[in-house]
């Protein structure tokens, strides 16, 4: 198994064939509005779908999503970035 998760927004990658699903993996990530920086964030939220994803034993996130969900409350005008998709074990097809 390759040390780093592929994250893939495809569910059934070409040359590969899944060998297991390890179940739905998610992280979520609330951010100011006024933050700047908007890349980093979302590579934060990438790695850590990807450690948890890691932490089931896969290779691979499929069907990667991303959304954004605009939250207003106390303290003013947040972002929350929801990352998720499914962990699986890949492998090369011979």
Do not use: C, F, Q
Not at 71 to 89: D, K, N, S
Request: aromatic fraction near 4%; hydrophobic fraction near 45%.
């Amino acid at each position: 198994m390759p040390e780093d998760v592929v994250l893939l927004s495809i569910d059934r990658p070409g040359g590969y064939r899944v060998r297991e699903l390890k179940g739905i993996v998610y992280a979520s990530r609330p951010i100011s509005l006024t933050v700047a920086g908007l890349e980093a964030e979302l590579d934060a939220i990438m790695e850590r779908v990807k450690h948890e994803a890691k932490k089931r034993g896969a290779n691979a996130v499929l069907g990667l999503r991303i959304e954004t969900r605009r939250v207003v409350g106390v303290g003013g005008e947040w972002v929350l970035l929801l990352a998720y998709g499914t962990a699986a074990v890949i492998e090369k097809e011979e």
